[in-house]
């Protein structure tokens, strides 16, 4: 499971760049599903297959809430903007 731990961020945060966050959801269902039919067949407890499907999804959605934060650094930040007070405004109708 060490090269599992950054693969689940990795992939996570991969996703986050264009994979809507319902679509992510369903994708991390169905692979824990796939990893407790897999735990169960190869035999494996039930204690041991619930662990680990929580700690991979735990991952993974850490990973995209990663991958968003990262891309809100990147882009959320507003920059200042230049406003002229309301006096300095010119308006094209004469009422005004």
Same mark, same amino acid.
């Given at each position: 499971?060490?090269w599992?731990?950054?693969?689940?961020?990795?992939?996570?945060a991969?996703s986050?760049?264009r994979i809507?966050?319902?679509v992510?959801t369903?994708?991390?269902?169905?692979?824990?599903a796939?990893v407790?039919?897999f735990?169960l067949?190869?035999?494996r407890?039930?204690?041991?297959?619930?662990?680990m499907?929580?700690s991979?999804?735990?991952?993974l959605?850490?990973?995209?809430?990663a991958g968003?934060a990262?891309?809100?650094?990147?882009?959320g %930040?507003? %920059?200042?903007r230049r %406003?002229?007070?309301?006096?300095?405004i010119?308006?094209?109708? %004469?009422?005004?």
């Open positions: 499971m060490g599992a731990v950054p693969a689940c961020v990795v992939i996570g991969i986050a760049v809507p966050l319902l992510f369903v994708g991390v269902f169905v692979a824990i796939l407790a039919v735990g067949g190869s035999g407890s039930t204690t041991d297959i619930a662990l499907a929580a991979m999804a735990t991952l959605e850490g990973g995209y809430l968003h990262i891309l809100h650094l990147i882009y %930040r507003e %920059r200042p %406003r002229q007070p309301v006096e300095k010119q308006s094209k109708f %004469r009422a005004d």
